[in-house]
């Protein structure tokens, strides 16, 4: 049975997630839907790519990933389906789909009458276009049916390189998940234990240590650690990071070792 998975920004309290899941039924009724998540803060699309980004790759090939995170809705902005590592993703062409559909991929338009509901809300593509697609597609039809090839799409820009010294790290938050975690643009793989002294955008000095879990330490303090997603992130045992230390996505961390 085919899979279909949504991502948005809608939340629960409106009728919009379950509009855009019954359309999809409608074209096929044997399609298993799965929720990532509908929490991501409203018209934040560098939030919702990077959430589908965590997720999609522990989903089966051949999996149609639907995101709508889309401040720029009825404007100028293409409607499309990419084909990438054996996965369907539709939604917008504003960056949201970027980070999921990594390495060779295949970008077509939604133009076909049969992929869209007629007429179409300037306002919500999610159940006019996107779930019409995501319903055909998991009924059989081809990305390519949907419409003409697009040679690029938009592409979230890459956060800068974190600089890496033999006595200092420098990195950039990239995310902040619920908890008040500080995901950094530094893979787990180029960290090390120790103890370091931190500094925030406001020049803070705070100590800091590297774990391997929040157990590490005790609670109320920080801890540096490799994270699910394979970043480095910062924590706060029961507590949230980015409360602490007023951090948001964007900001500059520097981790200095103590000898």
């Known amino acids: 049975m085919p899979v279909v998975t949504f991502t948005t920004d809608f939340g629960t309290r409106d009728g919009y997630v379950g509009a855009m899941k019954g ?14 998540t509908h929490e991501i803060p409203p018209f934040d699309v560098a939030a ?14 051949g999996t149609i990933h639907v995101a709508v995170v889309d401040p720029g809705v009825g404007g100028d902005r293409a409607d499309l389906v990419l084909e990438a590592g054996g996965s369907y993703f539709v939604g917008p062409d504003n960056g949201l789909l970027s980070l999921a559909a990594r ?7 939604i133009e076909a009458p049969g992929f ?6 300037p306002t919500f593509h999610g159940r006019d276009v996107f779930a019409p ?8 039809a081809t990305a390519r ?18 600089r890496d010294r033999p006595d200092e790290l420098r990195a950039t938050v990239i995310h902040v998940d619920r908890f008040g975690n500080l995901v950094l643009n530094v893979s787990a793989e180029r960290w ?17 240590a590297a774990g391997a879990t929040y157990g590490d330490v005790a609670s109320g303090d920080l801890v540096v650690y490799a994270g699910s997603a394979g970043f480095l992130e910062l924590g706060v045992r029961e507590g949230s990071a980015a ?14 070792a103590q000898t």
């Open 145 to 162: 049916e949907a419409g003409s090839t697009l040679l690029s799409i938009v592409d979230l820009a890459a956060p800068d390189e974190p």
């Open 243 to 256: 409360r602490r230390l007023g951090c948001a996505r964007g900001d500059t961390l520097t981790f200095e």
């Open 133 to 140: 697609t995501a319903g055909r597609l998991a009924a059989g």
């Open 23 to 36: 359309v999809v039924l409608q074209v096929a009724p044997d399609a298993v839907i799965v929720d990532i």
């Open 103 to 109: 390495g060779p991929r295949v970008a077509h338009r």
């Open 192 to 208: 090390s234990p120790g103890r370091f002294t931190l500094r925030v955008k406001k020049g803070e000095a705070l100590e800091v």
């Open 48 to 61: 919702g790519a990077f959430a589908l980004a965590q997720a999609a790759s522990h989903f089966p090939a």
């Open 116 to 121: 869209r509901r007629e007429p179409v809300s």
